[in-house]
Structures are given as C-alpha cells and as structure tokens.
C-alpha cells in the first residue's frame, strides 16, 4: 500500500511542478532517487527551468512553507527553492537553470569550475554538482542529459581540492594549532578531510552531490580518530595536523 501511495504522491507532485510556466523538466533527487531513503526522508524535486521562470508560480500551488526567489539561497549554482509540505509530506524543490547549467557542463568538459560556499557544508560546493545531480537523479518529467563524468575534470580536480586541504591545514598549524586554538584547529582538519575527499572521488570519476557520505565514500573517517580526545595543548594540536596531513595525502596519491 504504502509503494502505490508513494508513486500517486509522486506522480501528483511531478503534474504540478511540470505544468509550471518554463519548466521544460522535473527530477527527483537525493536519498529517493537513489534507493538510500529511510521512511521519514523528505522528497527533493528539481525543477529544470529556461527562460523567465518566477517563484511565484511554484507558490501559487498553494502548498504550505517557505518560496525563495531566484537567487534567494545565496545565489550560483544553488538559486533558490522550496521547503514545502504536500498532503503532509516534506518536499524541497530545487531551481536549476538549463542555461547556466549548460555553461557549468561545458566548462567541466575543459576541466574547469569553481567552488561556492553553501550553507551547512564544510568545503563549498563544486559548480559541477548541477552535473552530479543529472547524472543520478530520475527524470521524471521531459528530458534531461545524464553527463559522463569528464576526463578533463578527472585531471584537474583532484589537484585543486587537494592543494585546498593542503593550504586549510597549513593555515590552521600557524594560525590556530601552535596557538592552542582547539575548535579552530578541529573545524580545520574537519574542512581539510571534505576537501580532500572530494580529490579522491574526482581522481576516479564519481559524482558528488552532497557532503553528507562524502568522508565515507572516501575512504576518509579514518579522520575521526585524529579528533578524537584532543586537547588544547599547542603540541596536542600541531601533531594532529600532521597525522591528519598524513592521512589525507596518503589516500589522495591511492587514488
């Protein structure tokens, strides 16, 4: 009962969203479109737009919760959404603009992209993570490309978020370590792992979408043990960062 329920919601969201003015496609996203979702995990729909697409439309449908405008969730790749509630169930609908999104997939494939801040993740996010989400998202409504990921991509990424890592750690050894800053060290070694977990992941070609399992599909928790029990001692704190400098570089040269 509750699988014929879950695809009427889905297919009652998708009508909803696909009929919206410029939105040419409609994908669901995150644990969902995966098969990693528990009962309780909310629905992330995007909403594939071109042209003048206004936020007004999406709360016209009259669902209860909170419409950004476009640009309203810091602007870049992430420019705007949703938290709404439908029929007591908690979806976020994700603006994505074909355009820019053609821009971010043409510049992947000469191996160049930037990195944004996002609230909530601790290495920003890759411009590449519009193509992520193609990749693995189900298109549920028109037609979308499903990007490979690209080669050139493969050689240059690893190299930039790893000399991230490499310069968060030797910032936070001067800055915070030697100074028994404890918090600023930890948050450090913490950005550092993510940095270079996304070095791992692009060195063999795999997509991220998110931080959430991004240590783990690494091979990077390891990092854990370096936090763990420190103390506030400066020694305490420069020894980490060079178990946690050995431990990142050793599994970004394994990839």
Not at 48 to 77: M, N
Request: proline share 4%; charged share 25%.
């Amino acid at each position: 009962m509750q699988a014929h329920d879950d695809e009427s919601f889905l297919a009652h969201v998708t009508q909803r969203l696909a009929a919206l003015p410029c939105v040419h496609a409609v994908a669901l996203g995150g644990s969902r479109a995966t098969g990693t979702h528990g009962p309780d995990s909310d629905w992330d729909f995007a909403l594939y737009y071109r042209g003048a697409f206004d936020p007004q439309d999406v709360r016209a449908l009259g669902w209860p919760g909170e419409v950004s405008g476009i640009g309203g969730w810091g602007g870049g790749v992430f420019n705007g959404g949703a938290w709404l509630t439908v029929e007591g169930r908690r979806i976020d609908v994700h603006y994505r603009d074909l355009d820019d999104i053609e821009h971010h997939l043409a510049e992947a494939r000469e191996g160049r992209f930037r990195v944004e801040r996002l609230l909530c993740h601790l290495a920003g996010i890759p411009t590449y993570i519009v193509l992520a989400e193609l990749a693995v998202n189900q298109v549920l409504h028109g037609e979308l490309p499903r990007p490979a990921y690209p080669e050139a991509l493969r050689q240059s990424a690893p190299e930039r978020w790893w000399g991230d890592a490499r310069l968060t750690l030797a910032y936070a050894r001067t800055a915070h370590a030697e100074r028994g800053h404890l918090a600023d060290t930890a948050g450090a070694v913490a950005t550092a792992a993510c940095q270079a977990a996304h070095a791992v992941l692009a060195a063999k070609g795999e997509w991220v979408t998110n931080e959430k399992r991004l240590l783990e599909r690494a091979g990077l928790r390891g990092i854990d043990g370096v936090l763990s029990g420190l103390s506030p001692r400066p020694e305490d704190l420069t020894g980490a960062i060079d178990k946690a400098e050995a431990l990142l570089e050793a599994a970004v040269r394994a990839s």
